[in-house]
């Protein structure tokens, strides 16, 4: 048991290169251990199974982000599974841009069952203009800008695929972070 826990704890915390045949091993053993009426071994096993899932899951992702624009230089992508457990669970990802001094970031946390207050808030004009916010669209979805008065700026949206994106950068490349925002692939999400 205490290899089990350790490979699910090396799991959380190093990003893996999972095969199928993993995953179908441990949902295959977390049945045994059920039908064994081994609840705690069955439950261990099968929240392995949705870890690897979702590390793999994580890894397509990044694949999300759009490349730099023109003039601008970019970080890969960094996905994680275990950061994001402070949302109840699911995938975060972002991806770092530059451009002199200038910098924008992007965040994403998908499949957290927090994200469904959030998703209600952005169906909803009038509480967006209630937060202090823009309102535009982003791919056809409502999304908000907001600045603090100062040259930063953030633009935030709920994907159709349960993700939250968030889009931080100086007011003035205000077009720059709209054009990435548009750019992302939500078909990868």
């Given at each position: 048991m205490?290899v089990?826990?350790?490979?699910?704890v090396v799991?959380l915390?190093?990003?893996?290169c999972v095969?199928a045949?993993?995953?179908?091993?441990?949902i295959n053993?977390g049945?045994?251990h059920?039908q064994?009426?081994?609840?705690?071994?069955?439950?261990?096993?099968?929240?392995?199974?949705a870890?690897?899932?979702?590390?793999?899951k994580a890894?397509?992702v990044?694949?999300a982000?759009p490349?730099a624009p023109?003039?601008?230089s970019?970080?890969?992508?960094?996905?994680?599974?275990a950061a994001?457990?402070?949302?109840?669970?699911?995938?975060?990802?972002?991806?770092s841009?530059s451009?002199?001094?200038?910098?924008i970031d992007?965040?994403?946390?998908?499949d957290?069952?927090m994200?469904?207050?959030?998703?209600g808030?952005?169906?909803?004009p009038?509480?967006?203009?209630?937060?202090?916010?823009?309102i535009?669209?982003i791919?056809?979805v409502?999304?908000?800008i907001r600045?603090d008065?100062?040259d930063?700026s953030?633009?935030?949206?709920?994907?159709?695929?349960?993700?939250?994106?968030t889009v931080?950068?100086?007011?003035?490349?205000?077009?720059?972070?709209?054009q990435l925002?548009n750019?992302?692939?939500?078909?990868?999400?």
């Amino acid at each position: 048991m205490r290899v089990l826990h350790m490979l699910m704890v090396v799991g959380l915390l190093s990003p893996l290169c999972v095969s199928a045949n993993e995953i179908v091993e441990a949902i295959n053993s977390g049945l045994k251990h059920y039908q064994a009426g081994e609840l705690s071994q069955a439950t261990a096993q099968l929240d392995y199974a949705a870890t690897l899932i979702r590390q793999q899951k994580a890894e397509e992702v990044k694949k999300a982000f759009p490349p730099a624009p023109s003039g601008w230089s970019s970080e890969d992508a960094s996905a994680d599974v275990a950061a994001s457990a402070m949302f109840g669970g699911g995938i975060s990802a972002s991806r770092s841009y530059s451009k002199g001094d200038a910098y924008i970031d992007i965040e994403l946390i998908m499949d957290s069952p927090m994200l469904q207050a959030f998703s209600g808030m952005l169906s909803n004009p009038s509480m967006i203009a209630m937060s202090g916010g823009k309102i535009t669209k982003i791919q056809g979805v409502n999304a908000v800008i907001r600045n603090d008065g100062t040259d930063s700026s953030e633009i935030q949206f709920a994907t159709p695929g349960n993700g939250l994106v968030t889009v931080r950068g100086p007011s003035s490349e205000q077009a720059t972070m709209l054009q990435l925002a548009n750019q992302l692939d939500f078909k990868k999400l």
